[in-house]
């Protein structure tokens, strides 16, 4: 490999405390890491992990790191090793800090919800109510760009918080929709029907990564309408494993509520890697 080596000065780092994150967590397992980031301060979302490494070795180079960086609002850069170094990104443009949350420069809304570890759907939630249940608290901006869907910024225990396992996880060895349908049947709902996408339409959809592009879904909706159905939403999660993916999609209370919705009666599941897609619709 060609260029000068890089020294730990240069690491490129906004956010300390992922930069913290990846050096004691990501850069040691490769494993599920299911809620640890909480256990350094860190309740980001969805982070977006990539890695780069030399085949061979030998140390990366500044040349090896040319042009590698976090995708998102903020990140870290992070050297593992002399022949390794990470990125994290996250859509949130600052760590989560209850007293000076502020999201006007980047967000004209935000919601927050509160979703209990056992069962059931969202609940709005307001900074500072006191909650019995344990479970979760989730932050989403609606971003002032007006073509793009509401973004999850954080997730917060509450009490206990989630439980580290996934629900139902003998349906999940099953796959993904038989897991899907095994919580909607814990929550009495029906089970949904396997649906039909083009292959160009998956293509589109698996194309814009956590980013819910309206263009797209509005196209989708108007597809769907042309065939006797209506769009009822979509989950977007990333995650290095199957259990991984599902815990978040029951432990995000927007996630969880699409899942769980009572009119709902078909989906269909993009996988693309690390970033699955459910689509959700209803037979009009």
């Given at each position: ?25 990501f850069?040691k ?7 640890k ?11 977006s ?98 073509n ?45 029907k ?66 769980l ?24």
């Open positions: 490999m060609q260029g000068s080596d890089i020294v730990a000065s240069e690491i490129v780092s906004s956010r300390p405390d992922l930069e913290r994150l990846g050096r004691e967590l850069c397992s490769s494993g599920e890491m299911w809620a980031p909480w256990e350094f301060g860190v309740f980001d979302a969805q982070l992990i990539q890695s780069v490494h030399t085949s061979d070795g030998s140390k990366l180079t500044a040349d090896d790191l040319a042009g590698f960086n976090y995708t998102g609002r903020s990140g870290a850069v992070v050297r593992c090793s002399e022949d390794k170094a990470i990125a994290i990104g996250v859509a949130a443009p600052k760590p989560w800090r209850q007293s000076r949350f502020d999201a006007t420069p980047w967000c004209r809304g935000v919601r927050f919800d509160f979703v209990d570890r056992d069962r059931g759907r969202k609940n709005p939630y307001k900074i500072g109510q006191k909650i019995r249940s344990d479970g979760v608290v989730s932050v989403t901006c609606w971003p002032l760009d007006r793009k869907g509401p973004e999850l910024w954080y997730l917060m225990p509450v009490g206990k918080g989630p439980y580290r396992g996934v629900l139902n996880v003998e349906a999940l060895e099953r796959g993904l929709f038989t897991w899907i349908n095994s919580v909607r049947q814990r929550e009495g709902q029906a089970p949904l396997v649906g039909v996408l083009t292959p160009k339409q998956i293509k589109s959809l698996a194309a814009t990564g956590l980013v819910h592009q309206r263009e797209i879904l509005l196209s989708l909706k108007q597809e769907f309408e042309q065939k006797g159905f209506s769009f009822v939403g979509e989950d977007r999660v990333i995650g290095r494993s199957l259990p991984e993916k599902a815990w978040l999609l029951w432990n995000s209370p927007r996630h969880r509520d699409l899942l919705h009572p009119e709902a009666t078909h989906a269909v599941l993009i996988d693309d890697g690390e970033l699955t897609v459910v689509i959700v619709s209803k037979k009009a």
